[in-house]
Each structure stands twice: as C-alpha cells, then as structure tokens.
C-alpha cells in the first residue's frame, strides 16, 4: 500500500473512532439504564484506545503531515448520533447493526490490503480492533435482546440502514 493511501486511511479511523467514543460518552451519560451506559462508556473507552493506537501508527514525516489526514471517512459521521433519537433501544440499533458492521467491513477491506512485512504494525493493530469489535458486538447484542422485540429492531434496521446508507469508514 502507498504510504500515503496507508496514512489516509489510518487518520480516517483516528478520526471516526475518537469521534464514535466521544459521542458513546455523550450517550451513557444521558442514559437511564444503568447496563446500557456500562457497556456505552466501556465501548466508548475501548474506541478511544482504538483510536491512540491508530494514531501511533501514523506515519511522521513532515511531508505526509499526518495530523491534516485525520478527519471523518465520509459526509454523515459527524451528524450519526446528534440525529439518533433518544431511546435505549435505537442507540444499541445504530452502534450494532450500523456502525459495527461498517467498521468491521472497512477493516477487512483494509487488512487485506495491508503487505506482509512493510505494514505487519496495522496488519496486528486490525486483528486486536477486529477482535475487540467482535466482543463488543456480542455484549451489545445480549443487551439489545433483553431490550428490544425482534421485529421492532428489523423496522429501526431497515430504516437506518436506508438512512446511514451513504456511511463508509
């Protein structure tokens, strides 16, 4: 991969999990349920780790001028939650069935471009993410279901995903 392609793509994921961790905070801490600002703030410092380890792995050489490169993967980050509606249900809805998978697909893409011995860092950097967004569904999903009907959670779905569609990580 192209340094410059690789310092990219490593500034998106600084920006969007520094961004996703913030506003999980903002989340938990307008939260009722006790379990669910739990989980919200352990996802939200789990994605602020993600995001110092994305960010040591940016390249520093003042010709990439990597701090320019951190800035959101495409229009509509930024307005994801401030425009989510405030029940419990919904905010699990977003985080699992929108920006997990999203996440989880732009880091297989990216591993699978990543070479074996130049960028070996970000290959074991995406294992460890990959990894922890894996448990980190998993606890979501757990939560979800003692939250929300099958059928309630394909309507929200489905209307984010018509919603969100234009995402990409």
């Known amino acids: 991969m192209m340094i410059e392609d690789l310092t990219d793509a490593l500034g998106r994921y600084v920006w969007l999990q520094r ?9 938990g ?6 379990a669910v600002t739990v989980y919200l703030h352990e996802v939200a410092r789990r994605f602020g780790d993600h995001s110092s380890g994305w960010e040591a ?10 701090a320019e490169r951190v800035r959101a993967p495409s229009p ?11 029940g419990t249900s919904d905010r699990l809805v977003i985080l699992l069935h929108v920006v ?6 732009s ?3 990216f591993a699978g471009q990543l070479g074996d011995v130049a960028e070996a860092a970000e290959a074991r950097f995406c294992a460890i993410v990959a990894e922890d967004l894996r448990a980190i ?6 939560l979800l279901d003692e939250r ?9 779905s489905a209307r984010l995903g018509r919603r969100l569609a234009d995402l990409s990580c």
Do not use: C, Q
């Open 19 to 27: 961004h996703l961790g913030e506003s999980l905070r903002f989340w």
């Open 29 to 34: 801490n307008s939260e009722d349920d006790g």
């Open 57 to 66: 792995l940016l390249a520093d050489s003042l010709a990439l001028d990597a």
């Open 76 to 86: 509509g980050w930024e307005e994801l939650f401030r425009g989510a509606s405030t």
């Open 100 to 105: 997990l998978p999203k996440l989880r697909a």
């Open 107 to 109: 880091l297989e893409r």
């Open 137 to 142: 569904e998993e606890r979501g999903r757990i």
């Open 148 to 156: 929300a009907t099958v059928p309630s959670r394909r309507r929200m």
